[in-house]
């Protein structure tokens, strides 16, 4: 069944993806980005593309009033992949710094679901897929602004899930590890804006940092390309219920078993061994 699907953060990576394959398979896909070069991309590969920065509230707002203009008011499927990720340690973190992360990741894209719960209220069905992350179940170190934004999308999800129960309208979760994209590129951009790494206590991991930000290709064993979003994205599509969580990634299948089963303390020592194992 061709369905309208609005999807946040389609400049490169995994919004990319889903809204390119999706689009291919016939739904009519609603593919949004931030800076106006990357939706006259979009748009030049035949999609329909709408500017929308979850920073900004107005945008939110006249995206969703141009697809609510353009499909007679219909939206069957919201997916929320917009965000970034804020290197660096939490006592480096500035107020506005975290802010910044958590206008972002979190209260853009809690805005932009109420905006479009009415609608789906209206239609009495839909279907809401939120992109977590693996850092939204464990933590990692310089990861902090990132851990805080997606552990607070993980209780945000698991709410709407129950306050929306019986009225049509679903709500997933995926959970990535490694995925390939410009991810590292963007976050070592923020790094250097808004961290002092040479006056921090953190100044020679920092150094390891760095060198993690700016090499090329995989930062991570396990990497797998945006396409493993995709199949779990596909799967909660089509599923008549589709589950609270997918995981995407080998990692993510471990690391969800060794928290449920591990104590704390265990927990710690394996995440704070990943963490020196990168910044060789």
């Known amino acids: 069944m061709k369905q309208v699907i609005l999807i946040t953060g389609c400049s490169s990576g995994i919004g990319l993806c889903l809204a390119e394959n999706l689009h291919t398979l016939g739904h009519r896909v609603f593919a949004t980005a ?3 070069d990357d939706v006259a991309r979009l748009a030049a590969r035949g999609m329909e593309s709408l ?7 107005a945008s939110i707002h006249a995206a969703v009033d141009e697809v609510v203009r353009r499909t ?3 939206i069957d499927v919201l997916i929320n992949n917009g965000a970034y990720g804020q290197p660096g340690a939490v006592e480096d973190l500035r107020r506005e710094v975290l802010r910044a992360q958590f206008e972002t990741n979190l209260f853009g894209t809690a805005e932009l679901i109420n905006r479009v719960i009415p609608l789906m209220r209206a239609q009495q069905h839909g279907r809401i897929i939120n992109i977590g992350s693996l850092l939204g179940f464990v933590a990692l170190p310089y990861r902090g602004a990132y851990n805080a934004t997606k552990y607070a999308l993980e209780g945000l999800t698991d709410t709407l899930r129950l306050e929306l129960a019986d009225t049509g309208i679903f709500v997933s979760l995926i959970e990535p590890g490694p995925i390939k994209s410009k991810f590292r590129a963007n976050g070592f951009v923020v790094y250097r804006k808004n961290i002092d790494a040479a006056h921090s206590a953190h100044r020679e991991r920092y150094a390891a940092l760095e060198r993690r930000l ?5 930062a991570a064993p396990f990497t797998l390309p945006p396409e493993a979003v995709l199949c779990k994205v596909l799967r909660a599509l089509a599923s008549r219920r589709p589950r609270a969580r997918y995981y995407v990634t080998f990692p993510s299948y471990l690391f969800a078993v060794l928290r449920r089963l591990l104590p704390t303390r265990a927990l710690d020592w394996i995440l704070s061994r990943i963490s020196r194992g990168e910044m060789r």
Not at 51 to 57: E, F, G, I, T, V
Not at 214 to 218: L, M, R, V
């Open 34 to 36: 931030r800076k106006p």
């Open 214 to 218: 700016a090499k090329p290709g995989p």
């Open 51 to 57: 500017h929308l920065d979850l920073d900004d509230p």
């Open 72 to 74: 007679q008011g219909r």
